[in-house]
């Protein structure tokens, strides 16, 4: 499986972004997929997931500004952010388990089988 980021750059302070990750390979249809982000001299978090059916979560910190949304007829998964914070400055990344894999660990890096390569947003103050 291989996923692919794209949709990063620069924004001012309350604008919007939407990024996408492309995977090719495997059933997508049956994966949790997920965004983590990693701001500079910080660790990974978790951001947002979605698992098969819909069903999305948020971390605290982006709740009600972001939403994570997914094509399975297309095989994208598409984060919408919107009111941006130069806080959320990083390099976001998507990443996918497939569902028979998933234990329901949807924030943790370590239950992810899949990683795009990351793009970077930029949040200018």
């Known amino acids: 499986v291989q996923l692919q980021a794209s949709g990063g750059g620069l924004v001012q302070a309350g604008g919007s972004l939407r990024l996408s990750c492309a995977a090719s390979?495997?059933?997508?249809?049956?994966?949790?997929m997920g965004w983590f982000r990693q701001a500079p001299g910080k660790e990974r978090e978790f951001v947002a997931a979605?698992?098969?059916?819909?069903?999305?979560y948020y971390a605290d910190s982006v709740k009600d500004r972001f939403f994570i949304s997914r094509d399975n007829a297309k095989n994208t998964v598409s984060l919408q952010m919107n009111t941006l914070k130069p806080e959320d400055m990083a390099v976001y990344y998507c990443?996918?388990?497939?569902?028979?894999?998933?234990?329901?660990?949807?924030?943790?890096?370590?239950?992810?089988?899949?990683w795009g390569q990351g793009t970077l947003v930029t949040v200018s103050s």
């Open positions: 990443a996918a388990v497939p569902g028979t894999y998933y234990s329901g660990r949807y924030y943790l890096e370590d239950e992810y089988k899949y």
């Open positions: 390979g495997g059933a997508f249809s049956t994966y949790v």
């Open positions: 979605v698992r098969s059916a819909g069903r999305s």
